[in-house]
Each structure stands twice: as structure tokens, then as C-alpha cells.
């Protein structure tokens, strides 16, 4: 059976969890696409890289209980000389999965990962939003001369098909707007609020329960949801527009006051997004705005999420992500459809 | 340019939204697909069946205003001596769009026309949930033996990608469990009845609103939402199952005593599906539910509604549709997206 090459580029939880999840479907993708995946190359900050064209057996990438010493194990195989971009560069792969931590403000190293592996011909697969909000239209473009996949559904609402929904379900329409709540971090801290706990306390019981990061000020402050829009308007509305451009008010001037008073009116405070066409030119926001209890952004639960989509042939589309397991194995499952979207794609 | 030519039996609303939809879109379908749609063959009850293989000009069918005389200038085109089954048998068609009226205790005469379109190594779309809801695997398999493209979108919320989303963008992953409202009558009348409006008069609102139909015992019973879940069901889950399997009640019995008694515990009744296996055998119901003010649920105005489904890598991912415009084109606008998606597979 042909091997389809991998290279993860980052290890951190959302590679583990793909490492995992590849192991527990390896039967469903030999049996459907006639290839076995193997992971072939992984770049880590802590330990340099890996470049193994055999592949990297399952028993050492990930499906073991971190206790049992794998790690170290694991460690001992890496070359801590190599880089991320010495490992893309040395090519052992057919897809490179950039999952690197995000840098909202440039896009970046994500965005040079992912063009040399499409220069050098490769597929290439973000779980990083930095690349589809800054450098969208010439990567998908570099894409198309190349011949090759450049697929990104986990970067907004994780492995919820939202580009795949456009791409595949909403042929022939055209998209007029996106709006929706994209920012989980944000969306705790108000439901935390609403229940009288203060925006300090807030944070910190997010990060207690893993959904608040240790410095949350790009969530806070509406980056990230400001680069998933962003992410959003430039794919689906071919807008290029940068994170920059979006007019953006984060949560952190919000007050138990401000709750208070909006749930008097029958309402609650939710930091809401929307893109559209004004004009022809793309307009995005994101701010904190008080909604009817009945209405949908108010009855998303704390790490719930939506996006809508608008159509001139369709109307209105919603699609909503509950995730009820961690949040980080839909990262992963959106990782993993952009690869079986790929091996499709091979196999047509 | 190649012609890809399209039988529609069946010519009431949807099908004449539907050559409507098809003219708007045509420049786009050429430019992508490089074929010149042209509708060829025409059934209906009323006026016979059309077989013109050069394609039923623009002119003729759809675009005009109703008022303009356009129905008798077609309506002589017609042979009344030319009934639906000899329009499929003729054969003047690419593909077999099924969009007759439904009969949910059976299913015909719609599944003898896909079976028999598809026997001729035609592709077949239907927008009439019987033939899913009755004869859903023979049909498929049929399909694949003859390698032609089977599809049904529109059978379930319209134009609102529920199959599609499964098929191309939750791949690898199991589906546990279908659940949702799937009724936009029975929907509306329930939300009528909390405004004090009596059951007998919301019907009659809802006709005069377009919503309800002249005999709406097939919603109000539940028969229409057994079908729709039985449909997802045969679909999603390859349960098997027929419409008269589900555990079914319908909205006849509630009165406004037992809405105003949900409301005072915070409640709202809604006709709720859900289907799932139990120890492998699949269990569907149909009933209505008391739910939360402030669920998912609830806040489905009228005539929107909702699909969750649930599975094994992704969590529940659902999807809501929100007719803004006349409900009759989303459905038109499902049997387009059938159509390019057999074109997509053509030009694959």
C-alpha cells in the first residue's frame, strides 16, 4: 500500500491529539483511500526535529499515557540542530500540518512555513489562523500554480466545517455577510460575570478549567476573534482585508455594572462579529453588544460557538460547535478532515 | 458547449423557482463547469408531459411573470397524452429531477420514478422525501451499480446542506445520533397557540401565511417529521428504518392549557425528533417536548429549524436554516446544489 508522507510542524496538544486520532482511524483511511498515513517529520520548539522517511511508529507518536516515559523516550530520537524550517525543507512529507502558536500581529513563522512547502509542491494543511489572515489570496494562489492543497478548516471553530460547508455545500452562492461569536475565551469570562464573579476572578477560573490562556489580552481584547473574521471575510468573501483593519473593541472595559444593567433589559452582553460588503468594500467588527436572552448568541453556552452565513441564493445558514469533549480534539478532527479532504482529492 | 439536460417531474412551485434559479445562475455554471444547462423534459399532473430534446427555452420556462399569459403559451406545448412515467422512459434527460407531491405512507409514485430513471443509467435527484424514507438503500445501491450520482438534499430542510455536510465535511467520523425540529407547521402553529391564538385558528393563519397546508394532518400528526427523520436516519446512520417504525405523536392533543403550563415553568413545547441506535437497533421518535425558554430549541422562530448531529471524533456540530426569503426557493436552491454537485463529479 502507498504511504502518504506527513510532517507536523508543532507538537503540542493539538498534534498529540491528531497523532492519536490518525492511530484510531489508520483502519477507515487504508480501507477508503487505499494509503497508510505515516507521520514522517515533526519540528518542535523544545527539542529540534525529526525527519524519519519510514515513518514515526505509533507506539512512539502519541497514543501512549504521557506518564509511561514516552516522552522522554521520544525526545531522545529528536536532532535538537534542526529547526521547523529545516525540517520542511528537507521534504520527507506529502502534506506539511503547520500548527505552530499563532502570532496575530504578523502571521508569522506560519505563513513562511506554509509557502516554502508549497513552493517545494507539497500540500500543506493550517491549524494556525495567522497564514488565512495575513497572507490568504497569495498562498491559495501559490497553491493553484503549484498543483496542491491548502486547506485551513481548524483555524476557525475548529474541526466545525465551516470553509468546507462554503467550499462544498453552499456551490453557486455567493456570501454577503459572516457574523457570529468566534472567541470561547471571551464568551466564559461574560457567562462568568453574569453569574457576579469579577473580570479578574473570571480569567482565572478559565484558566483553572484550560479554557483561559496564561496571557488571554489577544483574546480579550477581540485579536482573535478580530483574525478569525478576518480568516473568515478573506476566504469566503475574497475580501483581503487584514486583522488590523477590523474595527475591534475587546471585553476588558466590561463591567458587572454593564451586566447588570443589560440583564434589567432582558439581556446579555456577547462579543459579536460580522463582515460584510459595504459598497464593495469589506467592513468587519467585532464588539461587545447586548442581545435578547431569546436570541441565538445569547444562549451560547460559555465555550459554545456559531457562525452565519448569508447567501444571495440561500439566506441564512448557522452552524454551531458544542464541543462536549476538550476543545482540542475538534482542533484536531478539523486537521484530520483537511487531510482526508486531501487523500479524496488524490484519490479522484 | 456540452448540454447537460434536466427532466423535471413534477412542475409546481419548486420546479418553477427551481428554472428560475438555473437562469440566474446559468453564466456561472458555464464558466464553471464548461456545460450549458438546458431543461428538456417537463411532467405535470395537470397538463401532461414535454420531451423537447434541443431544451425548453428560457423564455418558456420560469423566468416570467405568472400574469403575463406565460402559462397558456406553455401549457399548449404540452401532450396531454404523456404522463410522468413515459417522460423518465423517453429518456431526453441527463438527469431525473423528482419533485411530485409526496405520499408519505408509501412513497410512490416518486421511488418507481428515481428507481426507474436510475435503472436507465440516468442521475437522479429528489426533493420528495418518500423515496429516502421508504426505499433508501435499493435506491442507493442501484445508483452506485450504475455508477450514476443519487441525491436528495432538499428532502430535509430545503436547501440546507444536512447530507451534504455529512458526506463531504464530517468525514472519518461515526454519526451516533440525529435530533432537531424538522416541522416548520407544526412549529408555527405551537407559536401561535403561546400567543393565546387556539389551535383551529393558527391552522387557518398558517394557510393563509403560506406555511400550513389545505389538509396539514401529515404535520400536524408527525408523519411529515417521522419521514424527515427517517430519511436522516436511512441516510446518516444506514438505520434502515420506515417512516411507520418511529415512535410517533403528533400536536393535535395539545391545547393552549398545556402551553400556558410550560410557560409558567419556563417552558416552551416544541415538536422535537431524535434518532439513535440502541444496541445497534435504530430507535427514532417524534414528540413534542417541553424545553428550556432559553435552549436551542426554543428559540427556533417559527419556521426555522434545526439538525444536531452528533459523532464520534467531532462532538455535535448542528445546523440551522432561517428562511428569510420564501421557504419555496431554499428548496429549489437544494435541488440546484444537487445539480452542481453532479456537475463537480462530471467534470471530476
Same mark, same amino acid.
Given at each position: ?18 497523532? =492519536?486520532?490518525? #492511530? ?40 501512549? %499515557? /504521557? ?33 505552530? /502558536? @499563532? ?6 513563522? #506560519?505563513?513562511?512555513?506554509? =509557502?516554502? #512547502? ?62 457570529? @461569536? ?33 496571557? +488571554?489580552?489577544?483574546?480579550? %481584547? ?8 478576518? #480568516? ?11 486583522? %488590523? ?5 475587546? @471585553? ?15 439581556? =446579555? ?5 460580522? !463582515? ?5 468594500? +469589506?467592513? !468587519? ?11 441565538? +448568541? ?10 452565519? @452565513? ?15 469533549? /476538550?476543545?482540542? %480534539? ?19
Amino acid at each position: 500500500m502507498k504511504t502518504f508522507r506527513i510532517a507536523l510542524i508543532g507538537f503540542g496538544n493539538v498534534g498529540r491529539a491528531f497523532a =492519536r486520532m490518525l #492511530a484510531r482511524k489508520r483502519e477507515y483511511i487504508e480501507e477508503t483511500f487505499g494509503v497508510s498515513p505515516q507521520i514522517t517529520s515533526v519540528a518542535t520548539r523544545r527539542w529540534g526535529g525529526l525527519v524519519c522517511p519510514e515513518g514515526i511508529g505509533e507506539d512512539l507518536i502519541g497514543i501512549q %499515557d /504521557p506518564e509511561s516515559g514516552w516522552e522522554d523516550r521520544l525526545q531522545r530520537l529528536f536532532d535538537p540542530g534542526l529547526d521547523a524550517m529545516d525540517v520542511i525543507k528537507a521534504g520527507e512529507y506529502d502534506v506539511m500540518i503547520e500548527l505552530t /502558536p @499563532i502570532n496575530i500581529m504578523t502571521g508569522q513563522p #506560519a505563513t513562511d512555513h506554509v =509557502r516554502t #512547502a508549497l513552493e517545494m509542491g507539497k500540500h500543506a494543511i493550517t491549524a494556525n489562523k495567522g497564514p488565512i489572515a495575513w497572507a490568504y489570496r497569495p498562498l491559495r494562489d501559490l497553491a493553484r500554480k503549484q498543483g496542491v492543497c491548502f486547506l485551513y478548516e481548524a483555524t476557525v471553530m475548529d474541526g466545525t466545517p465551516v470553509y468546507n460547508l462554503s467550499r462544498e455545500n453552499l456551490m453557486g452562492c455567493r456570501i454577503t455577510e459572516v457574523s457570529g @461569536i468566534f472567541n470561547a475565551t471571551t464568551n466564559f469570562i461574560l457567562t462568568q460575570m453574569e453569574k457576579g464573579v469579577t473580570f479578574e476572578d473570571a480569567v482565572e477560573e478559565g484558566r483553572r478549567q484550560g479554557f483561559v490562556e496564561a496571557d +488571554p489580552s489577544m483574546d480579550i %481584547d477581540g485579536w482573535d476573534a478580530a483574525a478569525k473574521l478576518t #480568516a473568515l471575510m478573506n476566504v469566503l468573501m475574497d475580501a483581503q482585508i487584514r486583522p %488590523d483593519q477590523i474595527q475591534r473593541t475587546g @471585553i476588558g472595559h466590561i463591567t458587572i455594572g454593564d451586566i447588570e444593567e443589560a440583564a434589567a433589559q432582558g439581556k =446579555r452582553i456577547k462579543l459579536l462579529c460580522r !463582515g460584510r460588503l459595504v459598497y464593495g468594500k +469589506p467592513v !468587519g467588527t467585532v464588539k461587545p453588544v447586548p442581545v435578547d436572552r431569546d436570541s441565538l +448568541p445569547a444562549i451560547m453556552d460559555a465555550t459554545s460557538s456559531y457562525v452565519t @452565513i448569508d447567501t444571495d441564493l440561500m439566506g441564512a445558514t448557522t452552524v454551531i460547535e458544542e464541543p462536549f469533549e /476538550p476543545e482540542i %480534539d475538534h482542533t484536531a478532527y478539523g486537521v484530520l478532515s483537511d487531510v482526508l479532504r486531501i487523500l479524496k482529492e488524490e484519490k479522484n
